[in-house]
């Protein structure tokens, strides 16, 4: 492994500094884990040198949403977002995530990548992020404090607003976990933990992000014929608490409404009002033209208590489902445009369903589609939460018409992984191939923005937003956070079914001024740091 002491010299490239700047050919000197000089440099003795001939030199990418909570502590490569250039995830995203947790068996289903039996050795979210430091990510992280974790250590699975005295717990584990390093806080209001989670508790909460210092991230309510009222909430929440928001995916308002481009351009309008009173709001929007989720997530969070013989007794009774049948859900949200487009992207125990859809197998089986769900449910009891759909509920020009939108960043909405890791089941569509597709598609194949406008949203807008000023750009003095790649080359080879493909075109990647990819290869070298907000 190289030490903090060997300079590295990056030579002859186009440099892209992540500011928006015209690129121009140079070099970057890195020494003891920083950027020494940058333009015409003098090669020093006993140095590394790359040459970037032909290449691009950038900031190394940041994943503003990202689901890697568990499987970065499980599996610390990173090896799908190493291979895309990013050197910075933001973990705790849409109330999901690792931290603050009580007994571990109540908090599997607000874990992506997590399957049972494996370990969760923390409670708090210091403790957490101890526990990733110990396994020496290959890339940095940072932490949101999860609002389904709070609701679940303090509420439960009552759908409900928390009373006096749970909103005072709450803000209690919240305040503790910024003070242990989180970075804001987000919420997921259509998960079954928070659809009970008042907007009156959700700016209480934000008002102890804001005396913190952090910023809030909402995955918005989006009640069917809400697409206004959803955007206004989160806008409100922000506004009265005086924190900085981000709204997550914000095209998915496109399907609670009919009118679906309309949705989506009155969300940016009132985006845009905000920012003309002085609001501090961005958003995010994932790189595909489907929405995903698990499909456990159309049942009630009651569904699930108590041991796996009650579930399935549950979801085998007719009375009971009947009580379920009703329920809105973020599953019945996506299936606006048909059951046909619901479509299961994995079943473990039974994986001849998997690329099947709702439709097609209530139709073959006779059942009507909830009755469907829940006989594919109770047949995947071992794995009930790892089940997840596809629901191709957007159009190009839907998902794509946010990035318009200069305040607009990709994320992955994923989970990092390798691809011999124990956890390759649990792998989420767009893990190996947001950050190449959303290069390949804007800048090479519609060309609707320029190299250094693509790479802007990717590294220094994403590091404003989580107030990085040494990260997210080339400047001397900043961290050595650097992607080197092909711009004729980088492109996503994953799939819809097939995603676990890893990109092309990435030559060479530095997190912390070492080199994690040289020559198109991974060196093994794990520098990444866990980020703790002082």
Not at 137 to 162: C, H, K, S
Not at 321 to 337: A, I
Request: charged share 25%; with cysteine; proline share 4%.
């Amino acid at each position: 492994m190289m030490g903090m002491n060997s300079p590295i010299l990056i030579s002859g490239g186009t440099i892209v500094d992540g500011r928006g700047g015209e690129p121009f050919v140079g070099d970057v000197l890195v020494r003891d884990g920083r950027i020494a000089e940058i333009g015409v440099v003098a090669k020093p003795e006993q140095v590394t040198e790359i040459d970037a001939r032909g290449l691009m030199v950038t900031p190394g990418f940041i994943d503003i949403h990202s689901h890697s909570d568990f499987t970065l502590f499980n599996d610390p490569r990173s090896v799908s977002q190493i291979t895309q250039g990013v050197t910075l995830e933001v973990v705790g995203n849409c109330g999901h995530g690792c931290a603050p947790i009580t007994t571990p068996e109540l908090f599997h289903r607000n874990i992506y990548g997590y399957e049972p039996g494996m370990d969760m050795p923390w409670r708090t979210v210091g403790q957490y992020l101890d526990a990733l430091e110990a396994g020496k990510p290959a890339v940095n992280v940072i932490t949101l404090v999860p609002n389904g974790n709070l609701r679940i250590a303090v509420v439960g699975d009552a759908e409900r607003p928390a009373t006096t005295r749970e909103r005072k717990q709450m803000r209690s584990l919240l305040k503790q976990g910024m003070e242990e390093g989180a970075w804001g806080y987000s919420t997921g209001l259509e998960y079954g933990p928070e659809v009970g989670c008042s907007e009156e508790e959700v700016t209480e909460l934000c008002g102890v992000v804001a005396k913190a210092g952090g910023f809030y991230a909402t995955h918005t309510r989006n009640r069917d014929g809400e697409a206004r009222e959803t955007i206004e909430e989160a806008i409100r929440a922000g506004e009265r608490a005086g924190v900085p928001l981000q709204i997550s995916h914000i095209s998915s308002v496109s399907r609670i409404a009919k009118n679906r481009r309309w949705a989506i351009e009155q969300a940016i309008e009132q985006v845009e009002r905000a920012r003309a009173r002085g609001l501090d709001v961005c958003y995010d929007m994932h790189t595909r033209t489907f929405g995903m989720t698990n499909l456990s997530n159309a049942l009630p969070a009651w569904a699930f208590e108590g041991t796996s013989a009650e579930i399935v007794a549950r979801l085998q009774d007719r009375a009971t489902r009947d009580r379920m049948r009703t329920h809105r859900s973020l599953v019945t949200s996506l299936s606006q445009m048909g059951w046909d487009r619901v479509v299961l992207f994995n079943c473990p125990a039974h994986p001849e369903l998997s690329r099947m859809s709702i439709a097609e197998l209530a139709q073959g089986w006779e059942l009507d589609i909830f009755d469907t769900i829940c006989r594919i449910l109770a047949g995947e009891i071992g794995s009930l939460h790892s089940v997840l759909i596809l629901a191709y509920v957007y159009s190009p020009e839907l998902v794509h018409f946010a990035f318009d939108d200069p305040y607009c960043m990709p994320g992955s909405d994923a989970t990092a992984l390798a691809l011999d890791t124990k956890l390759r089941g649990t792998l989420l569509p767009g893990a190996f191939t947001w950050a190449s597709w959303y290069y390949r598609y804007f800048v090479r194949d519609t060309q609707r923005f320029t190299r250094q406008e693509a790479i802007r949203r990717l590294t220094s807008l994403p590091a404003q937003r989580l107030g990085l000023k040494d990260r997210g750009v080339l400047r001397v003095g900043a961290w050595a956070d650097m992607a080197i790649f092909d711009p004729q080359k980088f492109s996503e080879r994953g799939t819809d079914f097939d995603p676990g493909q890893i990109a092309t075109g990435m030559q060479h990647v530095l997190v912390n001024g070492e080199l994690a990819i040289r020559d198109g290869q991974l060196t093994g070298d794990r520098t990444g740091q866990v980020l703790r907000r002082a």
